[in-house]
């Protein structure tokens, strides 16, 4: 392989597998079914794909909200729910655009250690002492960044703190059906569905560029969600969810996850065995889907430095700092995506991140 640069940065779907064919099909007959409806002004969103999405989820459509990417229905909760001044609770690391949208409703951002089967419920249950949030936001199958996923055990205290001290969670799942190995955990929602707001997107089931996402709630909180949605966005943008109805009602959804597993699946497995044999010092997350492995290098390596070094290598790192609200506990932090990355791709860059630590 040449010295050409290998991004260990991104997470996001290679382009090859977007299903482009069939999704031009779908947009050109949702399109000419329902030009009226999907051209115009619309609160709300398009009522076939709310319904669609309600009853996969087993719930009335008055539960579900939907907005032009999961990270716009997740602005919006943060407008709705947390004030100036609250407290809202985050794991550490967590997702980066997270912490940002937290921060500019003016909360504290707290962040709780993650560990290798969920938040640290110790420290939680102590900072739930100094003062409850508003909201506690979670990612709890194949997190981003560590690609950890949270126990049922812990889930289930989770889902009985949330009811002693009368607060949200918000469950942030856009990985959930990328399960490669194993068996899925009950999500937290389905434990306690009165006091966690479900949230998901068709980013990494069918293709970022569509930005829709949605959220399973309570109605009140999904009826306050939508008064906000009307003055911020009036509604969100129909063609696409034309486009996506037309995809799921033909049930080609299903197979599509099932072919992106093919494609994945093999992928996690090159960088399990490559972090494995190069890198054996590392105590990596050993993820069962998603997109993510994540580990702390050893004492003394300092990222900002290992970046610097790895850029004139031909390797793109990322800066772990970015995913933790206190951004020093990430010096040390390496998230590793492997979704957009071939084989041969992963086994090179892992074996030049390995050089570089040596020479470091
Ligand atoms: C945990 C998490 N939430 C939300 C998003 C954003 O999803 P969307 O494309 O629906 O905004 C991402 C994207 O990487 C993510 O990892």
Redesign the pocket.
Known sequence: MNRSMINLTR??PPPDVFPVEDLIECGEVALRRDPAILLQYNQGGYAPLREWVADQHGVPPEQVFMGN??????SFITQVLVQSGDRAFVESP??D??ITLLRRTGAEVVGVSLEGDGVDLNLLEAELDRGAPSLIYL?TDF??PMGVTTTLQKRERLAALAREHGLWLVE?S??RRLRYWGEDVPSLWSLAPERVLH?S????VLA?GL???YVIGPQPVIAGLSEWAVDSHIGPVLPTQGMVYEYCRRGMLDSNIERLKEVYRPRLDAIRTALENHLPEVDWTDPQGG?FVSGFLPEGTDVVDLRARAAEMGLKLSDGRGFFPNPDDGRRFLRIPFCSLTEEEIREGVSRLARLMQEG
């Open positions: 997470g996001v990417s999961s990270l716009e229905v997740f967590t997702y655009r997270s990612i997190q981003n942030d856009p990985y949230m997107s068709f980013s990494k970022p930005r829709l996402g997109f």
